[in-house]
């Protein structure tokens, strides 16, 4: 009784291709995670301002959304409406954090080509290391 393989030359083929196509995407997934963490680099040291109060009342913040100063022009304190103070305040900080936002998508958005990852961005959900 003799056994004949058919196929087999032909199902090695493809897993060699088949290979060389995932060796191909790691790579290019592995770039991506280094020009995502440029971009967090770059974020990180970027900076974007919000003001409120017709600029009495500005936040700083960083591209990655750390707030690094407030600044608040003296006539603007009032000791009998301090409330008014806080919601500047929180509105100034507001601005700069939706400017901070929109330069984390510009800047990722380059780098994803536009691909939205959502929760996957640094590390691609932590899947690459």
Same mark, same amino acid.
Request: charged content about 20%; cysteine-free; glycine content about 14%.
């Given at each position: 009784?003799t056994?004949?393989? &058919?196929?087999?030359?032909? *199902?090695?083929? !493809? ?8 060796? #191909? +995407? ?5 770039? @991506? #995670? %280094?020009?995502? %963490? $440029? $971009? ?7 900076? &974007?301002?919000? =003001? ?6 500005? %936040? ?6 750390? &707030?690094?100063?407030?600044?608040? =022009? !003296?006539?603007?304190?009032? !000791?009998?409406?301090?409330? @008014? ?6 509105? $100034?900080?507001?601005?700069a +954090?939706?400017? %901070? #936002?929109?330069?984390? $998508?510009? *800047? ?7 691909v939205?990852?959502?929760?996957l961005? !640094? ?7």
């Amino acid at each position: 009784m003799t056994t004949t393989l &058919v196929g087999s030359a032909d *199902r090695v083929r !493809p897993n060699v291709a088949n290979q060389k196509q995932l060796n #191909q +995407m790691m790579r290019q997934v592995q770039k @991506m #995670q %280094a020009d995502m %963490a $440029a $971009a967090q680099d770059e974020l990180a040291t970027s900076l &974007v301002e919000g =003001s409120a109060g017709g600029g009495k009342v500005t %936040a700083v913040v960083t591209g990655a959304g750390d &707030v690094q100063t407030v600044r608040i =022009s !003296p006539d603007v304190v009032d !000791p009998d409406d301090v409330e @008014m103070l806080e919601d500047l305040v929180v509105a $100034a900080v507001g601005e700069a +954090m939706r400017r %901070a #936002q929109e330069l984390q $998508a510009e *800047r990722m958005g380059a780098v994803t080509g536009g691909v939205d990852l959502g929760g996957l961005g !640094p590390g691609l959900g932590g899947a690459l290391g």
